[in-house]
């Protein structure tokens, strides 16, 4: 059974980093997709950045770009997000998330996908808190 579990979330000031780490476990395949999103109070869950564990294509959200960092570490089933310049419309609960280990290029076009609705494999998830 696939679970993945969330670590390193917490709270910083503005422009400060952190680092979130999602392990997982029980994946068979070498290839899927996996991704971090956030939810906000009062808002929808939505995609900050995806990556193909394959083949390590990431993609980002607008509003991370040149901030967010996803990276794998293959030795110890470890996704990370490393997040710097943080603000404050950053506060949400981060979950990692991963697919069935579809085919990416017949079923997504080549680009691991940002839609949750996509990602089946779900952690718990982590708080980060940025306050002003």
């Known amino acids: 059974q696939v679970q993945l579990v969330e670590s390193g979330g917490g709270s910083v000031q503005a422009g400060g980093s952190l680092r979130l780490s999602c392990v997982v476990s029980?994946?068979?395949?070498?290839?899927?997709?996996l991704g971090w999103f956030r939810q906000a109070p009062g808002k929808e869950r939505e995609g900050v950045a995806v990556?193909?564990?394959?083949?390590?294509?990431?993609t980002y959200v607008d509003s991370v770009k040149g901030r967010f960092t996803i990276s794998q570490d293959n030795a110890k089933n470890t996704v990370y997000l490393q997040m710097d310049n943080l603000k404050p419309e950053d506060t949400a609960v981060y979950y990692c998330?991963?697919?069935?280990?579809?085919?990416?290029?017949?079923?997504?076009?080549?680009?691991?996908?940002?839609?949750?609705?996509?990602?089946?494999?779900w952690g718990q998830g982590t708080q980060v808190t940025v306050s002003s």
């Open positions: 029980g994946y068979t395949y070498n290839n899927y997709c």
């Open positions: 990556i193909d564990v394959g083949g390590g294509s990431t």
């Open positions: 998330a991963a697919d069935y280990g579809m085919d990416i290029t017949l079923f997504y076009g080549g680009t691991c996908p940002m839609d949750l609705a996509q990602y089946n494999y």
